[in-house]
């Protein structure tokens, strides 16, 4: 990664055009562009310690809202932040991470490869430390503040009741939208996502009702139907006609718990419908 460079409040406010930035720093070090700052910009954060469905999740929020026209902004931490940017790339839609200690000592270092590979499609790398500067514990909740700050809404996916995507969810929510994904009320790893409903958050269906509070148009589902692996066997089979689970686990060959989880996701794309309690239908033409 090359050397950042420092750049001040007021350039951060202007590439904000105008829109509001709750932030107290004077300036920040920054590798890459900026410039998808310019585009509607929303968070999407979540637990380090995110399951395989909850990162999917997340990487299907950010590409859709990448698609639509987005900038995705996370904390480029494991789990729900890695993942979201993931998919900001996979929409080829700009994504800023946000590091909480200096880019010469960058952390978690698992994640450097994704930091090249974000401004290598023209994104960014912001910090607001100095780049000799160790992570601190403290030093993450500044970046939460940051990264809400530069949002213009807040989506939390798979948060324990304490959890650092709860801290960024708080310094958004005076300013701008925030909006939860729920789970299974008995798993720990969505509580916090539950608290945040229960005291007012928007309840995140998929990415749809974040492009909804941000009075953005959804793209087209037919850019999105082609698909590999599993979800491509999904979508084909569906694609003659509504099916049965029991169908679709002969024409897969894949456990019945796998499929409801990939149709889940399909489903949240919008481009599968529930059609009763085992039978499923696509949902474009």
Do not use: K
Not at 9 to 30: E, H, K
Not at 68 to 75: E, K, L, N, T
Not at 79 to 108: C, K, M, N, W, Y
């Amino acid at each position: 990664m090359d050397a950042p460079e420092y750049i001040t409040r007021a350039v951060l406010q202007a590439v904000r055009d105008g829109r509001d930035l709750a932030w107290d720093g004077t300036g920040l070090w920054l590798a890459g562009s900026v410039a998808g700052l310019e585009r509607p910009s929303v968070a999407v954060v979540g637990t380090r310690s995110a399951t395989a469905y909850g990162r999917q999740l997340a990487r299907t929020f950010a590409r859709e809202l990448g698609a639509a026209g987005c900038c995705i902004v996370s904390g480029l931490a494991l789990g729900i932040d890695a993942a979201a940017h993931e998919g900001a790339l996979d929409a080829q839609a700009p994504t800023v991470g946000v590091l909480g200690s200096g880019h010469a000592r960058f952390f978690p270092g698992r994640n450097r490869e994704l930091a090249q590979r974000i401004l290598a499609a023209g994104g960014a790398v912001l910090s607001p430390f100095a780049p000799e500067c160790d992570a601190m514990p403290w030093q993450f909740l500044a970046r939460n503040e940051l990264v809400a700050a530069l949002s213009d809404a807040v989506v939390v996916i798979e948060a324990p009741a304490r959890s650092g995507a709860l801290n960024t969810a708080q310094w958004a929510a005076p300013r701008v939208p925030v909006l939860a994904v729920p789970g299974d009320v008995d798993r720990r790893h969505v509580a916090g996502c539950h608290a945040l409903i229960r005291d007012g958050a928007i309840l995140a269906r998929g990415p749809h009702d974040v492009l909804e509070v941000l009075q953005l148009p959804a793209r087209p589902v037919r850019a999105a139907i082609v698909r590999e692996g599993t979800a491509g066997v999904l979508l084909r089979a569906l694609s003659c006609g509504e099916r049965e689970l029991d169908d679709l686990v002969d024409a897969t060959g894949s456990p019945a718990q796998n499929l409801l989880a990939e149709l889940a996701i399909l489903e949240l794309e919008g481009l599968v419908e529930r059609r009763g309690a085992t039978r499923f239908a696509c949902s474009f033409d």
